[in-house]
C-alpha cells in the first residue's frame, strides 16, 4: 500500500512497504554508519545490492559524520546513486538525537538538489540498530522532508520505503498530520 501526496505542486510523497534496493529511484539513501564501509541491516543489504564496486568507492570518501551525508554511483541497484547517510544513535533522546536525524534527510535531499536528482527513496534512518524510537523517528522525517523540498525544488518525489507496515503506518500518519 502507498499514500501519495502532493505539496502545493511542489514535491509528490510516498509511503511504501519494500526492498529499498528494489526501487527505481534517481537515489536512494542508505542508513550508513559513519566508516562508510558496510554494515547490518539495510547498509548491508544496499552493499550486496550494489556490489564491490560501491564499497571501492566508499573507501575514496573517508568516513561520513553523524548528522550528514555523501553520495557515490549505485552500481547494480535500480537507482542511479546511494546517498550514505549517517543517523545518530539513540542516548535517551537529550544528545541532540534529533537534530541529527533532521540533518540526515535535510543533508540527503541537499545532495539530490546540487545533483539534479528528482526522486529519492528513504529508509528509516536510525530506527533498526541504533535505537532510535521509530515513533519519534518519522514525524522527524517527515516534517524535515517537507520544510526542506521548499528549498530543493529540483526533488519532486520522496518515497519513505519502509521495511514493516507498523513502520508505514507511522509514516503515514506523520504525513497526515503535518500535511492537515
Known amino acids: 500500500m502507498s499514500t501519495f501526496e502532493r505539496l502545493s505542486g511542489a514535491a509528490t510523497l510516498e509511503v511504501v512497504v519494500a526492498d ?3 526501487l527505481a529511484v534517481d537515489a536512494i539513501v ?3 554508519n559513519s566508516s562508510l564501509l558496510g554494515g547490518g541491516g539495510v547498509d548491508g543489504a544496499i552493499h550486496r545490492a550494489a556490489g564491490p564496486q560501491l564499497l571501492a568507492e566508499c573507501r575514496t570518501l573517508d568516513g561520513c559524520a553523524t548528522g550528514d551525508a555523501k553520495i557515490t554511483q549505485g552500481y547494480r541497484l535500480p537507482a542511479r546513486h ?5 543517523g545518530p544513535v539513540w542516548h535517551g533522546g537529550g544528545s541532540g538525537e534529533d537534530a541529527a536525524l533532521a540533518s540526515c534527510y535535510r543533508r540527503a535531499l541537499d545532495l539530490c ?3 539534479g536528482l528528482a526522486s ?7 530506527t533498526g540498530v541504533y535505537g532510535f524510537p521509530p515513533e519519534r523517528a518519522a ?3 517527515v516534517g524535515t522532508c517537507i520544510e526542506t523540498l521548499k528549498t530543493t525544488p529540483f526533488v519532486t518525489r520522496v518515497v519513505f520505503c519502509c521495511f514493516s507496515e507498523p513502520s508505514a503506518a507511522l509514516h503515514r500518519a506523520a504525513l497526515s498530520a503535518t500535511l492537515d
Do not use: D, K, L, R
Not at 82 to 86: E, K, M, T
Not at 120 to 126: E, N
Open 82 to 86: 546511494v546517498i550514505h547517510a549517517v
Open 113 to 115: 538538489q546540487q545533483h
Open 20 to 22: 529499498i534496493t528494489t
Open 30 to 32: 542508505n542508513a550508513a
Open 120 to 126: 529519492v527513496a528513504f529508509p528509516a534512518i536510525s
Open 139 to 141: 514525524p522527524i522525517a
